[in-house]
């Protein structure tokens, strides 16, 4: 009987512990992403195509790319069984490069 009284818990700690696991992995994801997007930068390729190349199909809808001169910021939001748990869970990652020097 306690079993069964205590099933509930243990589902939702199972879930909430996947939860956990799949915004860890997004933020993997994110880091490198940015990276690419940062290599793309500095060499003079398309930033947005670098980094959708360095993500899964999954994660199309989900991220947000940023470039500020040298700096690539990446957000994505991780997959949810609550939309708003996804954007709670958002991740973000940046990088900074130095561009080169155009050749004289």
Known sequence: MELI??????I?????CLQLLAAGYSSTL??????AGAIALVAGLPI???VDDALP????D?????????????SLQPPA????LGDALEVTSTA????PVAAR
Not at 12 to 16: D, M
Not at 57 to 60: K, P
Request: charged share 25%.
């Open 5 to 10: 009284a205590g099933l509930p818990l243990l």
């Open 12 to 16: 939702a700690t199972a879930l909430l």
């Open 30 to 35: 994110a880091d490198g992403a940015v990276e």
């Open 48 to 50: 947005e195509a670098a």
């Open 57 to 60: 199909g999954w994660a199309e």
């Open 62 to 74: 989900r991220v947000e790319l940023d470039r500020d001169r040298g700096r690539v910021t990446v």
């Open 81 to 84: 069984l609550l939309p708003a």
């Open 96 to 99: 900074w490069v130095r561009q």
